[in-house]
Protein backbone atom coordinates (compact mmCIF):
# COMPACT_ATOMS: atom_id res chain seq x y z
CA UNK A 1 0.00 0.00 0.00
CA UNK A 2 1.62 3.47 -1.11
CA UNK A 3 1.69 5.91 1.27
CA UNK A 4 3.09 9.37 1.25
CA UNK A 5 3.62 11.61 4.38
CA UNK A 6 3.92 15.38 4.44
CA UNK A 7 5.58 17.31 7.29
CA UNK A 8 6.74 21.37 7.08
CA UNK A 9 5.21 24.24 5.59
CA UNK A 10 3.63 27.19 7.69
CA UNK A 11 3.73 30.76 7.56
CA UNK A 12 6.55 32.40 5.85
CA UNK A 13 7.26 36.31 5.50
CA UNK A 14 8.05 37.20 1.41
CA UNK A 15 11.53 36.43 1.19
CA UNK A 16 11.94 33.93 3.53
CA UNK A 17 12.27 30.34 3.21
CA UNK A 18 10.47 27.27 3.97
CA UNK A 19 10.98 23.24 3.92
CA UNK A 20 8.39 20.41 3.19
CA UNK A 21 9.11 16.66 3.88
CA UNK A 22 7.38 13.52 2.90
CA UNK A 23 8.32 10.23 3.23
CA UNK A 24 6.94 7.33 1.24
CA UNK A 25 6.28 3.62 2.11
CA UNK A 26 4.72 0.81 0.75
CA UNK A 27 6.79 1.59 -2.71
CA UNK A 28 10.51 1.00 -4.24
CA UNK A 29 11.39 4.86 -3.18
CA UNK A 30 14.55 4.91 -5.62
CA UNK A 31 12.33 3.48 -8.78
CA UNK A 32 10.37 6.19 -9.48
CA UNK A 33 9.95 9.81 -9.99
CA UNK A 34 8.66 12.11 -7.36
CA UNK A 35 7.27 15.46 -7.46
CA UNK A 36 5.42 18.41 -5.92
CA UNK A 37 2.16 20.24 -7.06
CA UNK A 38 0.38 23.11 -5.59
CA UNK A 39 -3.47 24.33 -5.36
CA UNK A 40 -4.20 27.66 -4.32
CA UNK A 41 -7.86 28.71 -3.12
CA UNK A 42 -9.85 28.68 -6.28
CA UNK A 43 -7.27 27.80 -8.90
CA UNK A 44 -6.59 24.35 -10.08
CA UNK A 45 -3.55 22.05 -8.95
CA UNK A 46 -0.08 22.71 -10.33
CA UNK A 47 3.11 21.10 -11.05
CA UNK A 48 6.03 22.52 -8.77
CA UNK A 49 8.73 20.50 -9.44
CA UNK A 50 9.87 16.93 -9.82
CA UNK A 51 12.96 15.03 -9.23
CA UNK A 52 13.86 11.36 -10.79
CA UNK A 53 14.32 8.29 -8.91
CA UNK A 54 18.33 8.35 -8.70
CA UNK A 55 17.58 12.07 -8.04
CA UNK A 56 20.01 12.96 -11.68
CA UNK A 57 17.32 14.60 -12.91
CA UNK A 58 15.04 17.56 -11.48
CA UNK A 59 12.51 20.04 -13.40
CA UNK A 60 10.55 22.97 -12.29
CA UNK A 61 7.99 25.17 -13.18
CA UNK A 62 9.01 28.53 -14.62
CA UNK A 63 7.13 30.12 -11.85
CA UNK A 64 9.66 28.51 -8.78
CA UNK A 65 12.85 28.14 -10.72
CA UNK A 66 15.62 29.53 -8.95
CA UNK A 67 13.76 29.56 -6.12
CA UNK A 68 12.59 26.21 -4.97
CA UNK A 69 14.89 23.19 -5.27
CA UNK A 70 13.55 19.61 -4.92
CA UNK A 71 15.85 16.91 -3.65
CA UNK A 72 15.12 13.26 -2.31
CA UNK A 73 17.46 10.94 0.25
CA UNK A 74 16.79 6.98 -1.05
CA UNK A 75 18.10 5.76 2.33
CA UNK A 76 15.51 7.85 4.07
CA UNK A 77 12.72 7.29 1.34
CA UNK A 78 12.03 11.02 1.63
CA UNK A 79 11.74 13.72 -0.81
CA UNK A 80 11.99 17.96 0.08
CA UNK A 81 11.42 20.75 -1.34
CA UNK A 82 12.96 23.67 -0.22
CA UNK A 83 11.16 26.77 -0.70
CA UNK A 84 13.24 30.36 -0.82
CA UNK A 85 12.32 33.70 -1.73
CA UNK A 86 9.16 33.35 -0.82
CA UNK A 87 6.59 35.38 -2.97
CA UNK A 88 2.25 36.25 -1.42
CA UNK A 89 1.66 33.95 -4.95
CA UNK A 90 3.07 30.77 -3.50
CA UNK A 91 0.69 30.64 -0.46
CA UNK A 92 -1.03 27.35 -1.47
CA UNK A 93 -1.88 23.58 -0.62
CA UNK A 94 1.25 21.67 -1.46
CA UNK A 95 1.11 17.60 -2.40
CA UNK A 96 3.75 15.50 -3.14
CA UNK A 97 2.83 12.82 -5.62
CA UNK A 98 4.03 9.76 -7.23
CA UNK A 99 2.92 6.94 -10.00
CA UNK A 100 4.68 3.63 -8.80
CA UNK A 101 1.96 2.34 -11.62
CA UNK A 102 -0.89 2.48 -12.96
CA UNK A 103 -2.76 5.39 -10.35
CA UNK A 104 -1.70 8.56 -8.77
CA UNK A 105 -0.60 8.37 -5.12
CA UNK A 106 -0.76 11.79 -3.30
CA UNK A 107 0.12 12.85 0.22
CA UNK A 108 -1.99 14.64 2.57
CA UNK A 109 -1.01 18.41 1.78
CA UNK A 110 0.66 20.59 3.67
CA UNK A 111 -0.14 24.57 3.50
CA UNK A 112 2.34 27.04 2.99
CA UNK A 113 1.38 30.78 3.70
CA UNK A 114 3.23 33.89 2.19
CA UNK A 115 2.46 36.86 4.36
CA UNK A 116 3.68 39.73 6.08
Known amino acids: QVRLVQSGGGLGQPGGSLGLSCAGS????????MAWHRQAPGQEREFVAN????????NYAESVKGRFFISRDNARNTVYLELTNLKPEDTAVYYC?????????WGQGTQVTVSS
Open 97 to 105: HTRPGYFDH
Open 26 to 33: GFSFRSYY
Open 51 to 58: ISGSGALR
